[in-house]
C-alpha cells in the first residue's frame, strides 16, 4: 500500500517563533500558524473560519525563521504531518494532537507593514526557497545540449 504524507499551508503565524537547541546543538523552532477560509454559503451570506496549526522546524531553517518572522507575518510552509500522543498528568487520559514538522518554506510578505510587527532585520530578510534539485532536460536525439538561459518558469 502507498503512502503519502504532504502538508502545503499559507497564512499568518499566530505566535513569535519560539527557538530553543537540544543537547546536540540542533535548533528547534515552533510556532502557530492560522489559515483562513473564506466562502459565500448557499443563502448568500459571507463565511469564515480559522484553522490553527502548530508547526515544529529544525536546523538551519528553525534559526533563519526565528530571525526573520515574527507574529503576523505571512509564510507559506511545506511539510509532513505527525500524530504527537502523551499521557495527562492531571486527569490520566490519553491525549494527541496533530501538528506540521515544516521541510521547506517561503517568506510571503516583505515585513514592512505599518504598525505591524515586524521590524528590524525582518524588513531585509532575503526570499528563502526551498530547496530543489532540478535536472536539466535530456538532449534531443540530434545530440544538441540543452538550451541555456535564465528563462525558468519559477
Do not use: H
Not at 19 to 36: C, E, H, M, S
Not at 57 to 73: D, M, W
Amino acid at each position: 500500500m502507498a503512502n503519502f504524507n504532504k502538508v502545503i499551508l499559507a497564512g499568518n503565524m499566530t505566535r513569535d517563533p519560539e527557538l530553543r537547541y537540544t543537547p546536540k546543538g540542533t535548533a528547534i523552532a515552533k510556532f502557530g500558524l492560522a489559515v483562513n477560509r473564506k466562502w459565500t454559503g448557499e443563502d448568500g451570506q459571507s463565511r469564515e473560519e480559522v484553522t490553527f496549526v502548530d508547526i515544529d522546524c529544525f536546523g538551519k531553517q528553525a534559526e533563519v525563521i526565528s530571525q526573520y518572522l515574527r507574529k503576523g507575518r505571512s509564510i507559506l510552509i511545506e511539510g509532513r504531518l505527525k500524530l504527537d500522543q502523551w499521557d495527562d498528568k492531571q486527569t490520566g487520559q490519553k491525549r494527541s494532537k496533530l501538528g506540521v514538522v515544516l521541510e521547506s518554506f517561503s517568506f510571503l510578505d516583505s515585513g514592512n507593514r505599518e504598525g505591524g510587527a515586524a521590524g528590524g532585520p525582518a524588513a531585509a530578510a532575503p526570499a528563502a526557497r526551498p530547496a530543489r534539485s532540478v535536472a536539466p532536460p535530456p538532449a534531443d536525439a540530434a545530440g544538441d545540449e540543452p538550451p541555456q538561459g535564465d528563462d525558468v518558469p519559477f
